[in-house]
């Protein structure tokens, strides 16, 4: 079973760029996650989708990111404009039974 | 929303020796209990996970408690191994929406 996937892995760009990120599932997960990652603390929750629907957003800072999964498999996340404090491994996860999460190999931003 | 907190943010053991990280929860509905290990630079491993209608599990060197009522969870790392090293991240679940702690780095001295 092929794992979750992501790309690019790494990005450095200037503050006020923008950025995006893919993230492909494990085949058949209705679950998809992406995650926030800053060096030295745990992964924070930004957006969960369900299929191609929204399922928790709370945590995803709207004014400059963004995500859309439009078939319900792949997901792509956005930041515009990136600030410095976006420095940060982002990562996806997906999952099909309750719970059990999956993470892909993250895409790790430089912001400067 | 949930918290959860991890204790200790650092743990040093010896090769050969046990080690305990404990965490709490704030929000008695959560059902789900995922420990995660991530090595430097690679993505969070599920390494044992616990359900709330169960109280202990294990497998192999690694076990993990669940004391709902004083709402903690805690892994077991028996025999440790140089190769144990690494940062190891708590969680908790409620309905797919999974609160991580801040994790703990575990060091392994041989």
């Known amino acids: 079973e092929a794992g979750v996937a992501q790309s690019p892995r790494y990005k450095i760009i200037e503050k006020r760029q923008s950025v995006a990120f893919w993230c492909n599932p494990i085949?058949?997960?209705?679950?998809l996650y992406w995650y926030q990652q800053i060096l030295g603390q745990g992964p924070k929750l930004l957006i969960q989708?369900?299929?191609?629907?929204?399922?928790?957003d709370s945590q995803l800072p709207k004014d400059r990111f963004s995500a859309e999964r439009l078939k319900g498999v792949d997901s792509t996340l956005k930041i515009q404009p990136a600030k410095l404090e976006d420095s940060a491994v982002y990562l996806c996860?997906?999952?099909?039974?309750?719970?059990?999460?999956?993470f892909g190999p993250g895409t790790r931003l430089t912001v400067t | 929303g949930e918290n959860v907190e991890q204790h200790p943010s650092t743990l040093s053991v010896q090769e050969g020796d046990s080690a305990v990280i404990k965490c709490t929860y704030s929000?008695?509905?959560?059902?789900?209990f995922p420990w995660y290990k991530q090595e430097l630079g690679k993505r969070p491993q599920l390494i044992i996970d616990?359900?709330?209608?169960?109280g202990e599990k294990k497998d192999q060197r690694i076990a993990v408690t669940l004391n709902k009522t004083a709402k903690h969870f805690s892994l077991h790392i028996t025999e440790t191994q140089p190769e144990d090293s690494a940062v190891y991240f708590c969680?908790?679940?409620?309905?797919?929406?999974?609160?991580f702690g801040a994790g703990t780095r575990l060091t392994v001295k041989p």
């Open positions: 616990i359900r709330s209608n169960v």
């Open positions: 996860a997906s999952s099909s039974l309750v719970n059990e999460q999956y």
């Open positions: 969680a908790a679940t409620y309905n797919n929406d999974m609160r």
């Open positions: 929000d008695s509905a959560s059902n789900y």
């Open positions: 989708f369900q299929n191609n629907g929204v399922v928790d």
């Open positions: 085949s058949g997960h209705a679950t």
